[in-house]
């Protein structure tokens, strides 16, 4: 019967061992490595989110700006034509006003008017 040596391991042994610990390295080495990737890929996608959410912000704000801008283009368009338009002319001196409504309501009452009409002529009339 032949000996075994008690205490060490044989060569096959050995080179066993070593396999198991260089499989194990390198399990863990991938494990390692897949780990930092799906992190960084994590990191990126979040870092893509962001971005978008940030140029939405700007392009919300951009757009807002804009139309800011336009409403007080319109306003002041608005100021011009108000300012540049003619001042109601005031009655004539020795003109009737209590006459010249009596006539408005007549023909109101006719049916030559309607309350539009009626209402604007009114309007110059004592405006």
Do not use: C
Request: glycine share 8%; no cysteine; aromatic share 4%.
């Amino acid at each position: 019967m032949m000996g075994r040596r008690m205490g060490r391991p044989g060569l096959i042994g050995m080179a066993a061992r070593t396999a198991v610990v260089a499989g194990t390295a390198t399990a863990v080495s991938g494990g390692v490595q897949r780990h930092q990737q799906e992190k960084y890929n994590q990191q990126q996608q979040a870092d893509a989110y962001q971005q978008q959410q940030q140029q939405a912000q700007i392009d919300a704000a951009a757009q807002q700006a804009a139309q800011q801008q336009a409403y007080q283009q319109q306003q002041w368009a608005a100021q011009q034509q108000a300012a540049a338009a003619p001042a109601p002319a005031a009655p004539a001196a020795g003109v009737d006003i209590v006459a010249e409504l009596q006539k408005l309501a007549a023909l109101k009452e006719q049916g030559i008017l309607d309350d539009a009409e009626f209402a604007a002529a009114k309007a110059r009339l004592l405006g």
